[in-house]
């Protein structure tokens, strides 16, 4: 299984929503990402955990919230967002979080999230 | 300043011609991968290349490593519509970064027309 799966596919919310996107990956990979990307851009990183123990926030806004339950399954919580948030929120998986070719990533197919 | 110098950005062309993608950057890397995002779907990792002056075949892509580990390129032959998506080279831990990071380059937007 070389899969990373995420859930929902597509989301809309107010402003005042609360809601959860959910990504699985079996491959026993030991770091987890999420990215956040606009139309026609790159991929810009948000989080990074490893052994499941956060090890990058990228300066993100607290409206994003990340939680590993555990080494398979990887959470980002959402609150009070704003339209400017729109964009497709990638998860991602890679062997390790250290250097080298154990970085490749793999990437879910992404949230496509919109805020009105 | 970009740290990964992508081009062109946007490249349209008809089915059957040849193309190349360039990724550049004044700084030295261990690795460096490419990645296609097709619309819709999150990025594949297409190759890493490691070694300087390494070049790997895929199928009708080429991915060339420069000698310094400094700048990389994609070349297509005989490009289909299939080939259409975004294109994107990334290095990992660049610039003394936090462990675990990807950079990626601005991106190429591939249209092959049939």
């Known amino acids: 299984d070389t899969e990373v799966t995420q859930t929902p596919k597509h989301l809309v919310m107010g402003m005042t929503n609360k809601k959860s996107l959910k990504c699985e990956q079996h491959?026993?990979?030991?770091?987890m990402y999420w990215y956040k990307q606009k139309a026609k851009k790159p991929p810009e990183l948000m989080f990074v955990?490893?052994?499941?123990?956060?090890?990058i926030n990228e300066s993100v806004p607290s409206r994003f919230s990340p939680e590993c339950p555990n080494s398979s399954l990887l959470n980002l919580h959402l609150h009070a967002l704003q339209p400017e948030d729109s964009a497709l929120y990638l998860c991602?998986?890679?062997?390790?979080?250290?250097?080298?070719?154990?970085?490749?990533?793999?990437f879910g197919q992404g949230t496509r999230l919109t805020v009105v | 300043t970009q740290l990964l110098e992508q081009s062109p950005q946007f490249l349209s062309i008809q089915e059957g011609e040849n193309l190349t993608v360039y990724c550049n950057s004044s700084?030295?890397?261990?690795?460096l991968q490419w990645y296609r995002q097709e619309p819709g779907e999150g990025p594949v990792l297409l190759v890493t290349?490691?070694?300087?002056?390494e070049v790997k075949k895929l199928k009708r892509l080429t991915f060339q490593f420069g000698d310094a580990r400094k700048d990389s390129s994609l070349h297509i032959t005989a490009a289909q519509p299939g080939d259409t998506g975004l294109y994107l080279c990334?290095?990992?831990?660049?610039?003394?970064?936090?462990?675990?990071?990807?950079?990626f380059g601005q991106g190429t937007i591939l249209t092959v027309h049939p």
């Open positions: 991602a998986s890679s062997q390790d979080g250290g250097r080298g070719l154990g970085t490749e990533a793999f």
């Open positions: 290349v490691v070694t300087g002056g």
């Open positions: 700084s030295v890397f261990s690795s």
């Open positions: 990334a290095v990992a831990n660049a610039g003394g970064t936090s462990y675990g990071k990807l950079t």
């Open positions: 955990y490893s052994y499941e123990k956060l090890s």
């Open positions: 491959m026993g990979h030991r770091a």
